[in-house]
């Protein structure tokens, strides 16, 4: 069946780093033709004539990826097709491969229904504005008129991304590790690369199933690493990791079957970057620890907070040259040994090094990191229309007596004894909320200043707290 550009055009599917919706009604095949005929026209505007394409492992993901060859073909724009692979298996290769613009067919760990693109020209994730561009000239149908088509090309990159990361990660000692793939795309590839690596592996989910039959792939929802903690203490495991949908982010759990949530694993990152690259800058989210300002500082490092999204964090590592940034969702960006993309894949190889170059255990080694009491990100699921109202309403409205306001992404208020945050998601239809603080009670009492505030705005909004 031939493709067709959409009379109607969701405006709200291009979001902030990304293009995301449902394939049913919002990212279907024409669409995604749309998108491609848009974007080709882009590139030819930029003088740029070949791309990159990969998808995940969606049920969607096959189709959607012929809709945009065709429409990228007709522009003119030659294709290199690395098929079914991790999103950063199609970073890494914009820096291996003859182009640097790329396309990841991903719903990351959207529902299963859902999908997205992610898309990088001339090296660089696209931008709001321009995603907001692709939407205007879809909308005007200004697409680049070319009688020679594109061609297309058939690569695989598993090979020479596997090599790259043999030839920068080196594991001392033989660890047991849990590998927990969700049945992503990533169950495809990471086991057999830890076990070159030199780890045991034991897998968990590892058979890549668009459906997600035994749990969703987000490892930042913790009722999705339950069969990880019971596999670890089961298996007796050095530690347990597990993956995203297109194996982007990472978590990880300790061999006391503990969760580490991302801001302290990026923690001990941090310790190993700036043993090597002392001073250097490193970033993470609004959403991380207060804690790890002072130790980032007490390593000789520049702590530098950030907006959430990897289209921003990675822009603010180039503006400012940083080594390593992480987010509390569990991405994290290797500048130091790596080439600055989030890498769920890479970050898991570094942590086994971490590991292996030591003789105490995880849990051993993040006892000696400091810990706070803090909530997982809490979500509160709100319309795509109405999220960003919200959090304009509360900007407006905010008052914390004693508190710290920061507003460069959503509102984060810090205190003496911990901080909250509340921001609307940029990946799908929800508000985020996080709260930590030195004690129960008074996690208690930042969560009750938010409450009074949210209610004020909206009595009947449900509370995740």
Known sequence: MPFAVPSALPRAIFRANDIRGNVHNELTNDVVYAIGLAFGSEMIKNHEQKIIIAQDGRLSSPGLAKALIQGLKECGVDI???????TPFLYFATHMLETSSGIMITGSHNPSDDNGLKIILKGEIISEDQLSALYDRIKAKNFSN???????NIFDITNSYCSEVFNRVKIKRKLRVVVDCGNGIVGKFFPDLARKLGCEVIELFCKVDGTFPNHFPDPSILKNMTDLV???ADNQADLGVAFDGDGDRLGIVTDQGEI???DRVLMLFCKQVLKDCPQATIIYDVKCTRLLDKWIKDLHGMPLMWKTGHSLIE???REVKAKLAGEMSGHFYFVDRWFGFDDG???AARLFEILSEQSASLSRIFSQIPNSISTPELRINFSDEEKFKFIDSFTKRAIFKNGKILTIDGVRVDFDFGFGLIRASNTSPSLIL???AD???NLKKIQEMFRVQMLAINPKLPMPF
Not at 80 to 86: H, K, L, Q, R, Y
Not at 146 to 152: A, F, L, Q, R
Request: net charge positive; proline share 3%.
């Open 315 to 317: 822009s603010k590592m």
């Open 146 to 152: 070319n009688n020679k088509h594109g061609k297309v």
């Open 80 to 86: 290199t097709d690395i098929g079914a692979v991790p």
């Open 434 to 436: 996080r709260f930590e």
């Open 260 to 262: 580490i949530y991302a």
């Open 345 to 347: 894949l890479y970050s």
């Open 439 to 441: 004690s129960e009670t």
């Open 230 to 232: 019971k596999s670890v």
